[in-house]
Structures are given as structure tokens and as C-alpha cells.
């Protein structure tokens, strides 16, 4: 099956900085998403990466905040902007393979 | 809306103490439930895909099962290795091949 690699694997920033986090599959695939995972909780979509278009977002989360790249078939990235300890979470990457969907190891991100 | 919803929120077992873990959905129109194994710090493992009610599929102590409204994650004679939290999601035909993800089952095996 795919791998999914991503980086950092954690980070402690601070509030008003941005982080922007790297995803990396080992094969081209179609489809990638990025997910959020807030402390306890179960994982939410922010956003589908689109190859060669703007990403498409999910209710309740915005370009402006989490803008999101995918310049090739393997790649994508996320950035979390202007961080608030809000936005403390684990940040998920996935894409669609042979096995369905992927996923990488995650990003714990702590904003203070 | 698409919704998913996993019961119980914990579960302590015994080694070798069976059960089964509880996931209700509703969605319109189901292109597939999934089944995830998610250990802490980690990012969530395949284990199960179910396309059409009646559809069951096993994997070592675990077995998946789908009705038209909910999914069973049958676990046999668990081992302390087993304990993780287990994720059910949802993708449906009209959602763009995004996942719904339930709250997740945390599951603990005793020695």
C-alpha cells in the first residue's frame, strides 16, 4: 500500500505565527485531504487538495486560515496561519490508494 | 447531513473476553463504511472496507459486519496488542469521496 509521509511530526509555536506542514505519498494519487484532530476528539476534514486548482473546503474552515498547495500528484501541503491555541491539534493527511484511503502518521502541532 | 455515531465511547475487556463495538450511521446513499485501528500518536490504519448490507470481512481476531443502518466490529478472544481506539467512517455517494469519521471506540485489553 501507499505510504504517507509527514513533517514535522510535532511542533510547539507561537500564538500569530504560521506552520505549514509537508505531505508526501510515495506513488501519485488522485485524491488527497487533510484532516484535523482536536485533543479527544475524532477526525475532521478541513479541506480536499485539488492538482492544479484551489482546494475545496469544508463548512467552517477558510483559505484564508488554512491555505492548502498541491502542485504535483504526490504532494500537498497545509499551512496553518495566525495560530491561536485554538488551533492546537493533530493535523492529518490522507490520500486515496489501491486500499482505499491512507493516511499519514500526523502532525501534533501546540500553539502557546 | 451524513452522520455517524459509535457506541460505547470505552470499553475495558479481559484477554480472551469477546464483544463486538457498535457503529450507527446515516447517510444518503452508501458508497462504503470503512474500519480504522488508530493508536496514540499515530495516524489511523486501515483494517475494513463494507460496500452493501450483509457484507462481512475478517481479519485475524476481527470481524466486520454491515447492515443498512449500522456496522459491527467483532472482536474475539482480544490480546492486550488489540487495545487502540477504533474509528468507523463513512463515505457517501454523493459526498465527493470525503470520509464522515464517529467519535471512535477506545478499546483496552487487560492481561
Known amino acids: 500500500s501507499a505510504v504517507i509521509s509527514q513533517k514535522p511530526s510535532r511542533d510547539i509555536c507561537q500564538r500569530g505565527t504560521s506552520l505549514t506542514i509537508q505531505c508526501q505519498v510515495d506513488s501519485q494519487v488522485t485524491m488527497m485531504f487533510w484532516y484535523r484532530q482536536q485533543p479527544g476528539q475524532s477526525l475532521t476534514l478541513i479541506a480536499t487538495a485539488n492538482q492544479g486548482s484551489e482546494a475545496t473546503y469544508e463548512s467552517g474552515f477558510v483559505i484564508d486560515k488554512f491555505p492548502i498547495s498541491r502542485p504535483n500528484l504526490t504532494f500537498s501541503t497545509l499551512t496553518v496561519s495566525n495560530m491561536s491555541p485554538e488551533d492546537s491539534s493533530i493535523y492529518l493527511c490522507s490520500a486515496t490508494t489501491s486500499y482505499g484511503y491512507t493516511f499519514g502518521s500526523g502532525t501534533r502541532l501546540t500553539v502557546v | 447531513e451524513d452522520q455517524v455515531t459509535q457506541s460505547p465511547e470505552a470499553l475495558r475487556l479481559q484477554e480472551g473476553e469477546s464483544s463486538s463495538l457498535n457503529c450507527s450511521y446515516t447517510?444518503?446513499?452508501?458508497?462504503?463504511l470503512f474500519w480504522y485501528r488508530q493508536d496514540p500518536g499515530k495516524g489511523p490504519e486501515f483494517l475494513f472496507t463494507l460496500y452493501s448490507a450483509g457484507e462481512e470481512k475478517e481479519k485475524e481476531r476481527l470481524k466486520a459486519t454491515l447492515t443498512k443502518k449500522e456496522s459491527f466490529l467483532h472482536i474475539t478472544a482480544p490480546k492486550p496488542e488489540d487495545s487502540a481506539t477504533y474509528l468507523c467512517a463513512v463515505q457517501s455517494i454523493q459526498g465527493a469521496q470525503k470520509l464522515v469519521f464517529g467519535q471512535g471506540t477506545r478499546l483496552t485489553i487487560n492481561p
Open positions: 447517510v444518503s446513499g452508501l458508497r462504503g
